[in-house]
């Protein structure tokens, strides 16, 4: 979640406790974007959701489409929650950037209200990446307790991740390490998991798989740029930095971009695998009547 360059002009106005903290406009706007289009993505797929839940009365093959929806309705809701508070709290920090002083990181010090939208947006990241990883274990049509252990997971680290901002150290250490590699873990197993269901089934499926695959190497692909960019590209109070990407267009905006790339492919990825399923049932259902 931390950030571009700053609103300024000069770079060295910038007191170092802004490093790895960033508030570049195109950044905040992105955040926003992703959790604008996540937003949208999870309505039509509710929609999708519930149109698939009046046609089964019964247990069927297709009967996993529900399942599927509902899961990416999850995984779109908590983007759409961490991705607003991330953008809430890089315009925060974007307001103390343009006053004096340090950027607080203890509650309740100065300059510090950014901290309550911050610990929002890391408590719902690992949240989202294991409810991205749902999606698959929704496809592989696993139960409830499944689905329950995966949410809890992320529920559970994300605490963690709350914890971290308790410590000064801890915070500008680790905050949004831990989801990072979380959400590398997860989408590193979707893809595998994406991977093998879309060989198996390339002869009665089309690319709805494929879709998913592609949706979690553009979440891997995002998270690289950022864990990868060089140490120069968050110090943001040197007026040079050593750094490949633009002052007002750095690695984060570019994360965000992948992020809202991901999301639609993946919605469109569980919209063709929940069509192409059901026509599956449907057909399984015409052939057991014939006979």
């Not at 709350?162 to 680790?174: D, G, I, R």
Request: hydrophobic residues 50%; neutral net charge.
């Amino acid at each position: 979640l931390a950030q571009g360059t700053g609103l300024l002009a000069k770079m060295a106005d910038f007191h170092n406790s802004f490093d790895s903290f960033g508030f570049s406009s195109a950044g905040i706007v992105t955040d926003y974007a992703i959790s604008l289009v996540s937003i949208i993505c999870a309505g039509v797929a509710y929609s999708l959701r519930e149109k698939a839940q009046q046609k089964e009365d019964h247990e069927a093959p297709g009967g996993i489409t529900v399942k599927l929806y509902m899961t990416f309705c999850l995984f779109a809701s908590a983007a759409a929650v961490t991705f607003f508070f991330g953008g809430l709290g890089h315009m925060l920090i974007a307001v103390y950037a343009n006053g004096s002083g340090a950027l607080g990181k203890q509650w309740g010090s100065a300059n510090s209200q950014w901290m309550y939208a911050w610990v929002l947006a890391v408590f719902f990241m690992p949240v989202t990446a294991l409810a991205n990883l749902a999606i698959m274990l929704a496809a592989y049509d696993k139960g409830k307790l499944a689905l329950a252990v995966a949410y809890a997971l992320g529920l559970c680290i994300g605490a963690v991740e709350a914890v971290l901002m308790s410590s000064v150290s801890l915070l500008t250490t680790y905050s949004g390490s831990l989801s990072g590699a979380l959400f590398m873990l997860s989408c590193c197993t979707c893809i595998v998991m994406a991977c093998i269901k879309a060989i198996k089934e390339k002869e009665e499926k089309g690319v709805g798989m494929w879709l998913i695959m592609g949706g979690n190497i553009l979440i891997c692909v995002g998270w690289l740029i950022v864990l990868l960019a060089p140490a120069g590209c968050r110090k943001y109070g040197q007026a040079v930095r050593e750094c490949p990407y633009p002052n007002e267009f750095n690695q984060n905006p570019i994360f965000h971009i992948f992020i809202i790339a991901a999301v639609v492919t993946q919605f469109f990825g569980v919209k063709s695998y929940a069509n192409e399923t059901e026509k599956r049932g449907e057909a399984w259902e015409l052939t057991d009547l014939i006979k």
